[in-house]
């Protein structure tokens, strides 16, 4: 039986070099051919590892400098719509600030300004508006725009360079938390040649880029053009505005506060308007503007800049008169993908401007129509046929169309809802006044065609007076159809009867009188609105004709726009008086009433069953297009909507909306709760002083001031001098701070923390390059805030701001102390003990020391131990015998409270400054005071030096010293007393000897004299011929010392050269 061979099985290696080949063809074949993977070491740091650390380094920095604290989150308060951003245009007078505010708005909005005045809020994109405010030139007003701008553009004149105001301007931005910040450079039109503006741009950048930071945005706008900007250059500039972020700063976050788009007195009807004004010296105001920061609401606190503390008396939301487009709201309609802004959606609201050529207050309506923008014709081209008009009718636009649409609706619906009696002596009353109307129309045009001849002379006469004449027949035309039409809605009983009467008290007199059929309220309210759409359609229809004749060269838009401005001249106020719970029997017309006003219904077409029916279609949606429309661009409303004739204290009810269920009145929710971020609001403030609101400069905020910040303490702040202040600060000189919202003058006290951190030492004056701690009285704020201090606000030649400091704390008790020295002098001594007087006054101020250290002058220290006597004598110890020439000093410290000084700054004429006393010295032209104790003297009855006497060394341990140390006796030996007795007696000839030589020394001495003098003489005139040698010689030293200096310059450039040190 043969036996089956098996072949071995191969065995593939499991382990070594060819097994880690083969386990690497299972890979994936992207991994093995990817060459990050396959080559690992061609794709790492290359150059050790250095380099690894400093990559690694560098990407680790720039993580870390785009890490940001997460602001506040405030979306939970915010309304539907953001408040506008708030844009500085900061500038020294002349560098052109108005112009870059009227391109900026000709860019956005098309409006052309003439008048440049207070803040302007227009709609720059679909979820943005912006309020524009030029910053004023003085320095308070300065710290106020500061403290609230969202972004400042800062203009600077090219062709002058930075000047003061700039610098100033951007330590005050620093201060109170630096905003964002865009150069704008001017007047480069003035450089005719390029490489000097080259080199112009490329320095101030720099410059720029030095007080702000490294890469800060800087725009050039080169020239004016047709009175502005060039428009590329301002939609660049546009441009980079739209896309800032802007930061929420934390104490804007935590204080809420209003910038005021238009500020106005409240006007008592109970007072004579001619009455003494001192003794209505204390006025009420209302301040417009939209919420910012965080909740307001009534009865907070407020501080207004330049004005003083006060409390919300009442703060109304408004409609917003520059409300973001509705493309925006409606994010689901078929606009909502637009990303240019339509005609009427660039909106703008600037109530001091002439926007529109019209201004608006509370109570009234001004429309101003400037030469430039009529255009007067003959009265041949007035005097136009009828058929012109209907022509000029028929080319009208879609609102009109729209309009006379709507109005005939209306018609037909008010006529289905009440037929009768009442209805058909409307409509015969109607058609005759109808008639009378064309009657009268075409009187009036056959009178004008019968005044060629006066027309003729008219036109010699100069333009203004024409002008006036034109405006003086129109006014009387209008009052002309307002009285007709008052004698066709009232009965001729009743034809001086006031407008103003109250609507229940009209309807009461016409129903005695001409036996109406009694309406319920819901009639009463339609009549209402039946009467003002009357006087509209048979007034108003012959204006828009009269206007088309007396303008036919203006825009037919702006006709309309007219149209609707006049409209609002018809509104009543009969609604002024407060209904009553019967008088409503739908409680959503009550709604409707508050906040919308009943003329308002004849511009938009709406199908109408019931008041029911209107009531429900006036929704929030439906109300905000209207308010959008109803301003300038569409039509001009009143932005306060006559709320304030309304009593909304008693409309406390609430009302069931049939698909929206319980909605709370908006009156009444604006006034019980508090008011969210983005809303626009009225705020009344009471106690205002009248002289205040005449003369208002700038801006003015309401900021909310924290229930703890009206609690007054010592302010403690970590301060530096400014380097650019030419002087140092002195303690206790007023200075004007700006903290938080206030601006208030205070004394401060300088001091500065010893090393052993155990006090705080008092500084009499600021040191030069460093920071010291600088306390003083005011209320209080929270740490970690910016603070400046100025000393004027008057121009100087100097800059201004004096101090810059952080809040570090706040105390209720100041611990500034300083050096007091006690002086004393010995009056007994005893061996170590001595009595000391002339230090104290009293033996209570000597038991208050017991214990202190004193010290002589001579360095020997001792310790007060016990009164001696009622007058101040006390017993102290001393560690060695002290002279009664010593000085006994007593070295202390006192405690130094700054004076609790606080004067608020308020922008009025009659504010009293608290001065220093070298400006009081300067205006009063006195000297400085002269103190005869301030001057040093040298005494003379002091000895030059104080002998003491020899200690003496006893013999035994003067033995044992070396002999350096010993005592030296080193007297001089005295001659004997026989030499100094024995007289010299000279013989004859010692005399003659002794008498020759005197006489040959003098004529020696005198011979040294007159030699000394040849020699001078000699000299002088050597020197004087060698004088112009001289010069030569020096000129060429010199020379060749240049040229030396020279050559060597050029030898180390050469060697930088080859040393590739300059490339």
Partial sequence: MSEVYHKKLHRYPSSGRKADKKSGKSRDKKERHNPKVSLQTAFTFSGGIKSVQRRVQRSLDISSKREKIPGINKKNVEGDNPPPYVVIVQGPPGVGKSTLIRSLVKHYTKYNLNIVEGPITLVSSKNRRLTIIECPNDMH????????????????????????????????????????????????????????????????????????????????????????????????????????????????????????????????????????????????MYLYGHIRGGLMRRGQNVHLPGLGDFIINKIDKYPD?????????????????????????????????????????????????????????????????????????????????????YEEEY?????????????????????????????????RKTSNKGDDSLDEDNILLPEAVRYVRDLQDAHSFLDKKLENTELRLLSSSNKNLDRKLDLKAEDEKVSSEENCINFDSSNRNMDLNFKQKSLKELIYSDVKIYLKKKFPHRNKNSINISDRKVKNLFEDEENEGEPSDNEFSDLGMSSLIDTFRVSDISLYPIQLTSLKSLSNYWKSSNLSKIRSEKFITGGIGDSEYKNEHLNLENQSIEYKNGTSGEIVNEALKSKSSSL??????????????????????????????????????YIRMRAKKHRWYPKILKSNDVLTFSIGWRRFQSLPIYSIEDRNETRQRMLKYTPEHMHCICTTWGPIVPPNFGILAIRTSERAPNFRISMTAVSVEIQAKSDIVKKLKLVGEPKKIYKHTAFI????????????????????????????????????????????????????????????????????????????????????????????PFKSDSIYIQKQDRPAKKRFNETPVPVDIEKDLPFTSRTKNNTPKQKGSLSREVAVIMSSYEKRVANLFQRLSTIQKERQIQRIERKKVAREIKMKRRQPIEKIREAKNEERIKRRYALKGIKLQKQRKKLRLEE
């Avoid at 001091?352 to 608006?360: A, E, P, R």
């Avoid at 009696?421 to 109607?430: A, I, L, T």
């Avoid at 106690?687 to 910040?709: D, F, Y």
Wanted: with cysteine; charged share 30%.
């Fill in 141 to 284: 007003g300065m710290i106020d725009v500061a403290k609230v701008a969202d972004l400042v553009l800062l203009l600077v004149d090219a062709s002058f360079s930075f000047e003061m105001e700039t610098f100033e301007f951007l330590n005050i931005l620093q201060v109170h938390g630096f905003p964002r910040v865009i150069g704008v450079l001017t007047h480069l039109d003035k450089f005719k040649d390029n490489k000097t503006l080259r080199k112009t741009k490329k320095k101030m950048k720099n410059r720029f880029w030095t007080e702000i930071y490294h890469g800060a945005k800087l725009f050039y706008l080169s020239g004016i053009q047709n009175t502005l900007y060039n428009k590329t250059e301002v939609r660049n500039l546009a441009r980079f505005i739209a896309v800032q972020k802007f930061e929420n700063l934390s104490w804007r976050s935590s204080h809420p506060y209003v910038v005021a788009l238009k500020v106005e007195q409240v006007l008592d009807s109970e007072k004579s308007v001619n009455e003494d004004k001192e003794a209505n010296k204390k006025i009420s």
């Fill in 321 to 405: 008169p520059c409300p973001l487009p509705e493309t925006r709201i409606n994010k689901d309609g078929p606009n909502a993908g637009l990303r240019t802004l339509k005609a009427k959606e660039r909106i703008i609201y600037a109530p001091y401007c002439d926007v529109g050529n019209i201004q608006v207050d509370s109570n009234n309506l001004y429309i101003h129509i400037p030469n430039t923008a009529t255009g007067f014709t003959r009265r041949k081209v007035l005097i136009e046929d009828t058929r012109s008009l209907d022509s000029e009718s028929e080319e009208s636009t879609d609102n009109e169309t729209s309009e006379q649409e």
């Fill in 411 to 443: 018609q037909e619906d008010y006529e289905e809802e009440y037929e009768g009696e009442y209805q058909e002596d409307y409509e015969e009353e109607y058609q005759d006044k109808d008639k009378e109307k064309q009657g009268e129309f075409t009187e």
């Fill in 676 to 713: 969210a971020i983005g809303e626009y609001v009225r705020i009344k403030v009471d106690g205002v002083n009248r002289e205040w609101l005449n003369l208002r400069k700038g801006i003015t905020v309401i900021g909310t001031i924290l229930p703890g910040e009206s609690t007054f303490g």
């Fill in 837 to 928: 007087g002339n230090m104290f006054n009293s033996d209570l101020e000597v038991s208050k020391f017991i214990g202190a250290k004193i010290q002589t002058i001579s360095g020997i220290r001792g310790q007060i131990k016990k009164a001696i006597d009622t007058n101040g004598l006390f017993r102290a110890t001393f560690e060695d015998k002290v002279l009664m020439s010593d000085i006994v000093f007593c070295k202390t410290w006192i405690t130094v409270n700054p004076r609790e000084f606080y004067n608020p700054v308020i922008d009025l004429p009659e504010w009293r400054r608290l001065r220093t006393q070298a400006e009081l010295r300067n205006e009063l032209g006195l000297s400085v």
